[in-house]
């Protein structure tokens, strides 16, 4: 049974079905509404509101290890990604994700990000 007042977190991150290894608490989802309002007061009557699309993005600390590579990362085009909560089973979907970026490498894990590209499924 899971816990409906415990907050998502990522325990489990999988590309096309494996399973990458990532820094605990590390995996994070930026822009998961697709938009962001911003006010727009007026000077003599009622305050409006706009409205803007933002990026959907997933961010992570990478570890390499095994066989997994720079290359491999990188090569991550229009993918699925599934993360979970292994401790309330509840899982989000990005249906088609693209590598975007790689900070550096050598001093432990690494940040990645992809950009995704459709609307996230809570699952």
């Known amino acids: 049974m899971a816990c409906d ?3 998502f977190r990522v325990d489990s991150f999988t590309v096309d079905g494996e399973e990458w290894p990532f820094t605990d ?3 994070t989802i930026e822009g998961a509404a697709g938009f962001e309002r911003d006010i727009s007061p007026s000077s ?3 305050d409006y509101t706009t409205r803007k699309r933002v990026q959907r993005l997933i961010k992570m600390k990478l570890q390499f290890t095994g066989a997994k590579t720079p290359d491999d990362v990188s090569k991550v085009c229009e993918a699925q990604i599934v993360m979970t909560n292994l401790h309330t089973g509840r ?11 790689m900070g550096e490498i050598g001093t432990g894990p690494v940040d990645v990000q992809f950009a995704v590209l459709t609307p996230f499924q809570w699952l």
Do not use: T, W
């Not at 899982?91 to 970026?101: I, L």
């Open 25 to 27: 608490d590390s995996a």
């Open 44 to 46: 003599n009557g009622q």
């Open 5 to 7: 007042s415990e907050l």
């Open 91 to 101: 899982r989000v979907r990005a249906g088609k994700c693209s590598f975007m970026s």
